[in-house]
């Protein structure tokens, strides 16, 4: 590929293009030198070279050695505000101005710069995402895109009202997006083994035959049978009027498992592999015992500095619960949200919609998703754009990010486990039980319904602390 040339006078490293017309070029071998370490290759790096030379003619200074972080980030903020530059192509411009910044110019802020927070803001929210499918999907229905799946649907579509039912009934109790999401998968999936008949022509006996096939011939876990048998019998009991009398059958067994836990040190270790954004936000998993969506749900209004808590709202069952905040998480977490709105303050000056809000709580409060304390704590970087509506807003920042962070930190600290996100949550109920805190406090802190769920973690301490010596280690 042929290098980009420096224009007459003043080049786009601020260097006399006569004179330093051979270091302008050394330097552009430098950025095509750490792509080919990373594995890029022609003629694909030509895009990294017109993404790092975009952002230097965005510059209002010429010399980019001058800019801040601040320049930086206000530019991926525009980036990040197209609706038409596809996930691939946002992380091309991370990637492109990390290399060029931190690893060509060498900056010293750029080295300390949450690349990591606005490559995780590359993948946008898509219409199926729990936060927003209720908002950006008609009820029961798909967007089919492929010629096979506009054949599926049109096989499905003689049961649109069936589905509109099931999707009736189910939001009438409340029931979560995720709840929704698996009946109505495994609905269709039930129907489709059948030849796409009428379920109200169907039975106990066709339901019995679709859970053994599942168990005995699909080999599935239990709880994956027991999903498709909630979902069948909430069909056939709440929509068909019609309640299964199943009998016995061919129940997959269901192993218990037990979590895995990681010791104080490992989860300081894995801390230690994540930096900025990524860090915080494991921290307050491992500090507060959240949820992954707990966390990333989180809004300004459920903080509270004063107190030291977290109002964590609407989680698992409906419930709303108080957690502590880490006393080590308080400073970053104050600097986090000073960056956060100076990103809301920039998007209320582009005229941006206003945050996503759940339920009736856009049309009871018109501007609550205007005001500061309605936004998420940990906002995308880019903007999502709703299917439905064609509202333009900044919602959360996707899980997947974080999710591969802490796997990924995990390894790099030779933690011989198989750790996740829900890992931390598993490690803050057994590190409070082993200091000592009642089983009663940590299934509130946890939000369990039964203490019999949060008695699990009484594994690692040997049934209430008495600790047991192997024979081996006797004198």
Not at 94 to 119: G, N, Q, T
Not at 156 to 176: C, G, M, P, Q
Not at 432 to 452: C, F, K, M, N, P
Request: hydrophobic share 40%; with cysteine; charged share 25%.
């Amino acid at each position: 590929m042929s290098l980009p040339q420096a224009p007459q006078g003043i080049g786009p490293f601020g260097l006399i293009s006569e004179a330093s017309r051979s270091a302008e070029v050394s330097t552009w071998n430098r950025f095509l030198g750490v792509l080919r370490q990373r594995g890029v290759k022609a003629p694909f790096d030509r895009w990294f070279v017109i993404r790092a030379e975009q952002f230097l003619k965005a510059l209002t200074n010429e010399d980019p050695r001058a800019c801040s972080a601040d320049d930086a980030a206000r530019y991926l903020s525009r980036v990040g505000r197209r609706a038409n530059i596809e996930d691939w192509q946002y992380r091309q411009v991370v990637d492109a101005l990390e290399i060029l910044l931190a690893c060509v110019l060498e900056l010293p802020w750029a080295a300390e710069f949450d690349w990591s927070f606005w490559r995780d803001s590359a993948r946008r929210l898509e219409a199926s995402h729990a936060t927003i499918a209720r908002e950006s999907q008609e009820p029961g229905g798909r967007t089919e895109r492929s010629a096979a799946g506009r054949l599926i649907a049109s096989r499905r579509s003689v049961h649109d009202a069936l589905f509109a039912r099931v999707t009736s009934e189910i939001r009438r109790r409340a029931y979560s997006i995720r709840t929704e999401q698996t009946y109505m998968a495994w609905i269709r999936r039930f129907i489709a083994a059948f030849g796409n008949r009428d379920p109200d022509l169907l039975g106990a006996t066709e339901v019995k035959t679709f859970l053994e096939r599942l168990a005995v011939q699909g080999n599935v876990a239990a709880s994956t049978q027991s999903q498709a048998l909630s979902a069948l019998v909430f069909l056939y009991r709440e929509v068909l009027d019609r309640p299964l009398e199943l009998g016995s059958f061919t129940r997959a067994k269901r192993p218990r498992h037990l979590p895995v836990v990681l010791t104080r040190d490992e989860v300081t270790a894995v801390l230690g592999k994540l930096g900025g954004t990524q860090k915080l936000m494991a921290s307050l998993l491992y500090g507060a015992g959240l949820r992954l969506m707990e966390a990333v749900r989180l809004r300004v209004k459920d903080i509270d500095f004063g107190y030291r808590q977290i109002l964590v709202r609407d989680a698992k069952g409906a419930k709303d619960r108080v957690v502590p905040l880490p006393e080590a998480t308080v400073a970053p977490l104050r600097a986090h949200l000073a960056r956060v709105r100076a990103l809301f303050d920039d998007d209320r000056r582009q005229g941006l919609d206003g945050v996503y809000l759940p339920d009736a709580l856009a049309r009871k409060y018109p501007n609550a998703g205007t005001e500061w304390i309605w936004q998420y704590v940990f906002p995308s970087g880019r903007i999502s754009v709703d299917p439905r509506s064609r509202a333009a807003r900044r919602h959360h920042i996707h899980e997947n990010g974080l999710q591969k962070a802490v796997k990924a930190a995990s390894v790099a600290a030779g933690i011989g486990k198989r750790v996740n996100c829900h890992s931390l949550r598993h490690a803050f109920a057994t590190h409070l039980l082993e200091a000592g805190y009642d089983i009663r406090t940590v299934q509130e802190l946890l939000g369990h319904a039964d203490v019999s769920t949060t008695m699990i973690y009484t594994h690692v301490l040997n049934r209430g602390g008495r600790g047991v010596r192997s024979p081996l280690d006797f004198p």
